[in-house]
Nanobody
Framework: QVQLVESGGGLVQAGGSLRLSCAAS????????MGWFRQAPGKEREFVAA?????????????DYADSVKGRFTISRDNAKNTVYLQMNSLKPEDTAVYYC?????????????????????WGQGTQVTVSS
């Protein structure tokens, strides 16, 4: 069992930046793949980014991004702090949504398998990101 708590959302102008954080409980954080999803009003929840579990210390975690955020957003993790981050740069009004952090212990060879919200077992409560034009 793991609990997730997101923070870092807020109101920002277009072109600005925000960094979201997701703090996880538990002692096995490094064995979870983590994802960020978002949901805008009237729309379905959509994949934003994912990062695989770290595995062996000499193997870096793999990352994956939705095409709409590639080159602007960066997902990273700090296993010592049980935290996953989403650095969001060059924000656009269409990035406005509630952002959710998710965790799963399902293990896949390819990080692209983590694009579906069905793959995740644990979810945070969400944090609002609003980008004004």
């Amino acid at each position: 069992q793991v609990q997730l708590v997101e923070s870092g959302g807020g109101l920002v102008q277009a072109g600005g930046s925000l960094r979201l954080s997701c703090a996880a409980s538990g002692r096995t954080f490094s064995t979870y793949a983590m994802g960020w999803f978002r949901q805008a009003p009237g729309k379905e929840r959509e994949f934003v980014a994912a990062i695989s579990w770290s595995g062996a210390s000499w193997v870096g975690a793999s990352t994956d991004y939705a095409d709409s955020v590639k080159g602007r957003f960066t997902i990273s993790r700090d296993n010592a702090k049980n935290t996953v981050y989403l650095q969001m740069n060059s924000l656009k009004p269409e990035d406005t949504a509630v952002y959710y952090c998710a965790a799963t212990r399902r293990a896949y060879y390819s990080v692209t398998n983590y694009r579906s919200y069905d793959e995740y077992d644990y979810w945070g409560q969400g944090t609002q990101v609003t980008v004004s034009s």
